[in-house]
């Protein structure tokens, strides 16, 4: 009985000392670039804009993730309500998404690569508004430049249902990255 007691106090011991190599918390903000398919538009959109994500470690390899984004562009609508000067002029539109889930991840030197599956909500405005459910999955890697801050490259693929329609829109995003 004592060896067993003294063997997990040995390894408690050694288990701070484990968990204090890995960050506790970590925040990304950085651009976004979105190839979206849209509803009623033809074709996919360029969109442009931001991405922020906070991360809580729950275990070392394990992280619960909160994720925003904005993407904002000029779209061209499949129905043109008003032809001006021989084509439709653009209009201008956001697609918004707050996402929650589960993050895997694994550090290998200055790299920690990771993976994500995400649900939350999407905004779509421009000609109107709408609202939809949404889910990414995707991953990428942060790259460590000092011990507090890091640098990410990360893509994801979106699904929205908009419309009554399905929608995938790929979202890359790059950026700052702060550990604590």
């Known amino acids: 009985m004592r060896v067993v007691a003294g063997a ?7 288990m701070g000392n484990a968990f204090a190599q890995v960050p506790k918390a970590s925040i990304f903000v950085g651009y976004s670039y979105m190839s979206a398919d849209l509803p009623n538009i033809s074709g996919r959109q360029n969109l442009n ?22 993407h904002y562009g000029t779209t061209q609508v499949l ?4 032809v001006v000067g021989g084509h439709c002029p ?6 918004y998404t707050a996402l929650f889930g589960p993050r895997v991840s ?7 690569p990771f993976a994500h599956v995400l649900v939350g909500a999407a905004d779509v405005s421009g000609s109107g508004s709408e609202f939809s459910l ?33 929608e995938g829109h790929a979202r890359f995003s790059t950026g700052i990255v702060l550990r604590f």
Not at 90 to 95: A, Y
């Open 8 to 14: 997990i106090l040995f390894l408690l011991s050694f």
């Open 49 to 70: 804009g931001w991405e922020g994500s906070l991360e809580g470690k729950v275990l070392p390899f394990l992280g619960i993730v909160a994720d925003g984004s904005g």
């Open 79 to 82: 129905i043109c309500p008003v």
């Open 90 to 95: 653009g209009v201008k539109g956001n697609l």
């Open 106 to 112: 694994a550090s290998f030197g200055r790299l920690r």
């Open 134 to 166: 949404a889910s990414a999955v995707g991953g990428g890697v942060d790259f460590k430049i000092a011990p507090i801050l890091g640098w990410r490259f990360q893509g994801d693929y979106i699904h929205t249902h908009f419309s009554g329609q399905p």
